[in-house]
Nanobody, 120 residues
Framework: QVHLVESGGGLVQAGGSLRLSCAAS????SAWFRQAPGKERTFVAA????????YYANSVKGRFTISRDNAKNTLYLQMNSLKPEDTARYYC?????????????????WGEGTQVFVSS
């Protein structure tokens, strides 16, 4: 069983930074998704267990960085140059295998999420 707990969300002004953390047990392929009110949950970034391979949504590429520290069982999402459109609830997700890492349905394990609000 994989247990995920996110932290690090909050309120930040546009152009600012936040770092999200996810306490994540298990040898898994992991990702961050986000969901704004009234919208579908969408892919943000993903990373394999070794940390050698990372993947990003076009909307965050160059601004967000996903990483992991397996010794601490922790997944991170460093978010820089934040924009009001980044406002959403951010979820940590994990899976053993997948076909399309961008699809939420590929992930078996989910955290409860952490809220990020970016003011203009």
């Amino acid at each position: 069983q994989v247990h995920l707990v996110e932290s690090g969300g909050g309120l930040v002004q546009a152009g600012g930074s936040l770092r999200l953390s996810c306490a994540a047990s298990g040898r898994t392929f992991s990702a961050w998704f986000r969901q704004a009110p009234g919208k579908e949950r969408t892919f943000v970034a993903a990373i394999d267990y070794s940390g050698d391979n990372t993947y990003y949504a076009n909307s965050v590429k160059g601004r967000f960085t996903i990483s992991r520290d397996n010794a601490k069982n922790t997944l991170y999402l460093q978010m820089n140059s934040l924009k009001p459109e980044d406002t959403a609830r951010y979820y940590c997700a994990a899976t053993i295998g997948y076909n399309d890492y961008r699809e939420p349905t590929e992930y078996r394990y989910w955290g409860e999420g952490t809220q990020v609000f970016v003011s203009s």
